[in-house]
């Protein structure tokens, strides 16, 4: 089996949640009830919020890379930190400030 990515991985789950959806709409209730439906049109929500997320990270590190092409730390460093905010849902604890300042890691 190859292994797929996490946005073919999410993009599948949409795919199949959309199915559990459509089959539901077409089957009486006896068959899928309410609450299966309810849960399966909250997932969608979340899988559609989870690839936002992820088109975002995705967009941080291209910018990343592209500071790194020009040499631009500033923007690399506001490109990984917004990466990392995003992967973790919160502002990184340490700052690369500190460790620029510090004599003993001139450069």
């Known amino acids: 089996m190859t ?8 993009l599948s789950l ?7 959806i459509e089959i539901s709409n077409q089957s009486s209730d006896d ?19 989870t690839i936002e ?27 990984l930190f917004s990466a990392m905010h995003a992967i973790n849902h919160q502002s990184p604890v340490r700052s690369f400030d500190k460790y620029e300042s510090a004599p003993s890691l001139a450069g």
Do not use: C
């Open 3 to 10: 292994p797929k990515s996490l946005t073919d991985t999410i």
């Open 14 to 20: 949409k795919q199949h949640t959309a199915q559990i």
């Open 53 to 79: 997320h992820i088109e975002h990270i995705k967009a941080s590190l291209n910018t990343a890379i592209n500071a790194l092409d020009t040499d631009n730390k500033y923007l690399l460093k506001d490109a």
């Open 31 to 49: 068959v899928i009830p309410h609450d299966i439906r309810e849960m399966a049109l909250t997932e969608l929500l979340e899988i559609e919020h």
